[in-house]
């Protein structure tokens, strides 16, 4: 999947990223069976990732309005230790966000070491959404971007393993999403009149994406490019990039400390606790 992959020395055009492809998969069904595999991994690792608190991982999902981040936190993250992850979703900043420096507010929820965090949108905001709207100038979006590859390589040397994702849509596909939203009652919730606002400032903020990915895409911390027009692909494609990340980190479950033999259990102390695990399931109500 390296064609997907944005480092340091890679120029990117987001014209030459297809948002309706799929890596030559023709449906969801294809990749379905792949995809549990993923999920089971992903699983695994953090497993290991929660015993041994050697990393943190911090996942950046960025893209269009509709280009699906909260689609991808509940499909990719759904099946993990919640006690073991985090998801931020981070809106307007509030008055006391603002008072202070632009990496503040999602500074403190980078995640400790064990644990998995989410940002539905990020730090990134500060020199997308101001700079298209020109709340900040572009020398000062400059400045903001070089301060961000420095966090993020800082994150890396304290490691926190940061992943990140831009879920990549076409002006097409987000306005069917934004007359679904209009028209579908259980979703009307979603809508927000700003986003169809924001949908004349398109070409502003691919230009806004495309610098900002090339100034902090760097071989330790690359930038992924999603096509997400297919909700299944997109799903797909951001677990396997998550679950890959995790594996080259070669976890491993911490070795016990305690000699073990110091400990001894009787043998009818084990029957008795498998007896008790085989009465309790037999009574178990079953799902309805």
């Known amino acids: 999947m390296d064609r997907y992959r944005i480092g340091s020395d890679d120029k990117l055009r987001l014209k030459d990223y297809d948002p309706e492809d799929t890596a030559g998969f023709k449906d969801k069904d294809e990749v379905q069976e792949k ?35 909260d689609g991808v936190i509940k499909k990719v993250f759904g ?22 420096d632009f990496l503040w507010r999602t500074h403190k929820d980078v995640p400790a070491k064990g644990y998995i965090a989410a940002f539905n949108r990020s730090y990134y905001e500060e020199v997308l959404i101001t700079r298209v709207h020109g709340h900040v100038s572009d020398k000062e979006a ?25 879920l990549h849509i076409s002006p097409e596909f987000q306005l069917e999403k934004i007359r679904d939203r209009m028209e579908n009652p259980e979703k009307l919730w979603k809508f927000d009149p700003t986003d169809l606002q924001e949908r004349q400032y398109w070409k502003e903020y691919t230009s806004a994406y495309e610098d900002a990915i090339r100034r902090t895409a760097t071989d330790g911390s690359p930038w992924h490019i999603v096509p997400s027009n ?33 400990f001894p259990i009787e043998e009818s102390s084990l029957e008795k606790i498998d007896a008790e695990k085989e009465t309790n399931s037999s009574s178990r109500p079953l799902l309805a």
């Open 79 to 100: 099946g993990i230790n919640p006690g073991g992850f985090r998801a931020y979703s981070f809106k307007k900043p509030t008055e006391e966000e603002s008072a202070h």
């Open 142 to 166: 400059r400045r903001r971007l070089k301060q961000i590859r420095h966090f993020e390589e800082m994150l890396t040397t304290q490691n926190v393993l940061v992943v990140k994702i831009f």
């Open 35 to 69: 995809f549990e595999d993923l999920l089971d991994r992903l699983a695994e690792q953090q497993d290991r990732l929660f015993a041994s608190r050697s990393n943190g991982v911090l996942v950046v999902l960025q893209g269009m309005d509709c280009s699906g981040k």
């Open 230 to 262: 297919n909700r299944w692909f997109r799903n797909y494609l951001v677990l396997r990039i998550l679950v890959e990340e995790l594996e080259k980190l070669g976890l491993e479950y911490p070795k016990p400390e305690l000699d073990l033999s110091a």
